[in-house]
């Protein structure tokens, strides 16, 4: 068995004189057909004998399949041939690759940089370009010499963990070697914090609102003995001792608001910096920075889509992200009225959510500029017109593929508006999704604060090889801009914010979506030799949950909306069909498995259709329900919801559905969908999410909190959310078979043992109440915003010249591909399209 540190390269040598052979056959099979790209499932085909060639022995086959050779071939997720060499790309754990060469000839192999391997490629896809030494390479990660990595593919996802660490040890006085004596790096760490403490106010260059320490304070000295006089003064205190009587004797000692608002919680804070200052320890940093006054104000931005809390979810591009940004606001709201409240602070937070100002907004209220947001206090959502190029408001909703042209002036728009509601700058600027984290990026940039990313879904590993095929669907996806802002963001962001671990750093299988940007190339336009490192301590899980007052038990019979039951019975059991649903439901004994989506073509509602049609035994055990989309294709406005639209019709008559489907066009009640599921419960049936690929998958665990079994897809977030066959069942979507048969199965079983239906919920809601819950969430969110917004100040001139590097990237390769981009709907002269 290989260990972590034996390279591929060294120790295939030793393999090969163990069985030079077969292997050298092996070798010349992937070379035979001439240049290639090569897959994994089709270099295991190969290995095993090319689909029964006559000439290759099963049992050698076999050997080798399970020798050394077996187990390189199935850690490479691709290789290039370009006979007569073999260029591996070996993933031997999440985050973890080597890139080699094997002649087929000789067998000799050898290490091959990421940018060697890259090129390799591009030579299948552009040659002229890959021949040209001058093509534009780009590594970001030779701009991170002192950033600490993780170092285990475990731990990806818990840079906080690391930070903490990071810190309280060189506060301590460790030193990187040859990074300076100990006692200098001590000093030189110390002194940050300080300088960090020193510029903490509420309003920059305002004194008045200065927070923990005053400009008396200037040396760490000097700030540990008032720290000492504090602490004794207020372990005489009783516990409950408001600041405010305090505060006169903390001003003598030059510390300001902001330590706590009682004598206890004073003592806590000081006793914390103290300790950070003396014998610092991860604990103690944390602690620290969860209770530093530096999070007021938050701006958030998700453009793209219909924006609004009604009527809106299931239109184009306007799905979970919607849901998420709006209960994330509640959640963080909540948690910073606590902290400022502790705090001893008086300020109003104030959470803004930036999206896009539609003028022709279909009935929502996205043509408004600002809205409150519900059940909070301080949140709204600012909406922001994007301007056509004559400076009038572009009235139409734009794909989010299309989206790039008006991102700069947006950020520049929503930045003077931004500053002028708030009456400060915000302490932290969050984006969502490309568009969002681009503007992000930019706004950040402009008011030099903390800038976190959120990207649940990175369009790259939706579309198979959508890199090195770029070409092909640039017209429609502009995947030109977006991969190019994704790589930007991610690398001007001081934290990024994932649901998953897989999201970051997939499975044992398979490569995260954030580690499919480690390095990839856009032949004729970009090679990133690398773009991202998933070891970066920026990564953090924070997995989102679903609103508990909406998405709750079934079994709550109190709580249960049966006002809405004659109206949700008229939905799932009505025999009308119209535009609003199609087909009916004939025996309503029998459960129902039920579906929601945005009819996307990754949301494959379609393939479930599908698996219902073609499985007998599953048609007769169940009814199918889905939710999804408009079911008049002349209705729709978008590319692939058109497609998905006709593509349902004539699977519906293909299998002569009706009787046993009801199609439903997309529900934008949240609160009725949620009584929606708890229906479906009653029914004793099952959620079903069979997408292709899902990033995180709200319907998951909104099902889950419901109490209905759910079978999700294994492709992405849902294979974490579920623990297979505990919580709920996983499901190959491109095994539409086996899928099927796994509920079916399910279903039998209940039939046999109807406690097991019972077993099967009571164990989903469990997971999602060990897991999967808001108020954790935005703990570790706001923590995030405070810790980093002090680690982005540590190697400063380091990190100054990458955000230098990749404003020059911006200002010189990204403009031009978003300039070039069709304003929909606008007449431009789209001869300007990129070369
Ligand atoms: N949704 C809805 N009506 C629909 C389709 C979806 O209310 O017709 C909601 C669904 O309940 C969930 C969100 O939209 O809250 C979809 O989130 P998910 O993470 O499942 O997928 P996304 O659309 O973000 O890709
Ligand atoms: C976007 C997606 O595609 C979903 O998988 C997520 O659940 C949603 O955002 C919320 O994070």
Redesign the pocket.
Known sequence: MMRRSDSIADMMPEALRQSRYHMKRCFQRYVSQGSRLMKQQHLLEELHGGGGSAAVDNKDSSRLADGFLGHVISCTHEAVVLPPYVALAVRRNPGVWEYITVHSGDLTVQQITPSDYLKRKEILYDNHWAQDDNSLEVNLGALDLSTPRLTLPSSIGNGMHLVSRFLSSRLGGGSRPGTGTATEKMSSMKKPLLDYLLALRYRPGDQQNKLLISDTLDTVGKLQAALLLAQAFVSEQHPDTPYQQMAHRFQEWGLEKGWGDTAEACGQTLACLSEVLQAPDPASVDRFFSRVPSVFDVVIFSIHGYFGQQKVLGMPDT???V??ILDQVRALEEELLQRIKGQGLTFTPNILVLTRLIPEAKGTTCNVELEPIENTRHSSILRVPFKTQDGQDLPHWVSRFDIYPYLERYAQDSCAKILDILGRKPDLVIG??TDGNLVAYLVSRKLGVTQGT?A??LEKTKYEDSDVKWREMDHKYHFSCQFTADMIAMNTSDFIIA?TYQEIAGSKDKPGQYESHYAFTMPGLCRFATGINIFDPKFNIAA?GADQSVYFPFTLKHKRLTDLHPQIEALVYGKEENDEHIGYLENRSKPVIFSMARLDK?KNITGLVEWYGQDKRLRDLVNLVVVGGLLDPTKSKDREEIEEINKMHSLINKYQLKGQIRWIKAQTDRVRNGELYRCIADTRGAFVQP?LY???????IEAMNCGLPTFATNQ??PAEIIVNEVSGFHINPFDGKEASNKIANFFQKCNEDPMYWNRMSTAGLQRIYECYTWKIYATKVLNMGSMYGFWRTLDKEEKQAKQQYLQMFYNLHFRKLANAVPKVGEQLDQATAVA
């Open positions: 799905g979970g992200q849901v998420y969502n999704y959120i649940h879904a649901s989102p990754v997408a899902e990033a995180f998958g709200l319907t998951v992405g977030g």
